[in-house]
């Protein structure tokens, strides 16, 4: 099976960086995949990361390990547009193969003046 | 290109009343997936077409569910007898093959049972 583990929920305040993590259980790792949501709206996609290592983008990095099973997202010169819920997925082939994602019950993030 | 549509936003309908979503997924999307998210959760995987074919669908998926997609394009939910337990959000999303991007969302319907 897969478990996905994140913090339920981060506040931060304006300006700050703030790193949300994600672990995760899985049989067949193919990827992982965040997510912003704002309240009632549908999820965005943010990043992808196969391999290990930092990707950029933008205010945004994502970073994976699978030799740990962990990732985070980092979230640098918040804003308060940032304020939503960050859902860690990841792709595991025995289970969905390429087409299903499995999401975690995401982070919720609450940035303060 | 006006992303993924999804139809009615919101939904209440009484128990036991069955009930159709609609959505329409980018044009050039071959593959189309219907997710279910309750308060506080992440969404939770229910179905899976690649074009008109329905290659998947989730174990916790009751008889009461069905989906399809005629011609590959739009793609229907229907729920039967609804249940109280059947209030969340329903997400569609489509993705143009093996993407590594993941998929697109629409901004889903609602449903309220009552």
């Known amino acids: 099976g897969q478990n996905i583990d994140q913090p339920t929920e981060m506040t931060a305040t304006e300006g700050a960086i703030v790193q949300i993590n994600c672990t995760y259980q899985t049989s067949g790792f193919n990827g992982l995949f965040w997510y912003q949501q704002h309240a009632g709206e549908a999820p965005t996609f943010l990043s992808y990361n196969v391999l290990d290592g930092l990707e950029e983008k933008g205010r945004f990095s994502s970073f994976l390990s699978r030799s740990k099973g962990y990732s985070y997202l980092l979230l640098k010169e918040l804003q308060m547009k940032d304020s939503a819920s960050y859902l860690c997925a990841v792709r595991d082939i025995p289970s969905g193969g390429y087409n299903k994602l499995i999401f975690g019950a995401g982070t919720r993030l609450a940035v303060h003046p | ?114």
């Open chain 2, 1 to 114: 290109d006006t992303g993924v549509s999804q139809d009615p936003r919101h939904k209440i309908t009484k128990r036991g009343q069955n009930v159709t979503f609609r959505c329409d997924p980018i044009s050039e999307h071959n593959r189309l997936y219907w997710y279910r998210q309750t308060l506080g959760q992440g969404p939770e995987f229910l179905t899976y077409f690649q074009n008109e074919a329905q290659l998947e669908k989730s174990r916790l998926l009751s008889d009461r569910f069905s989906a399809e997609r005629p011609k590959g394009s739009f793609s229907t939910l229907e729920i039967q007898r609804t249940e109280q337990g059947d209030s969340a959000m329903y997400l569609c999303a489509s993705s143009r093959g093996r993407t590594g991007y993941g998929y697109t969302f629409g901004s889903g319907t609602r449903l309220t049972v009552v």
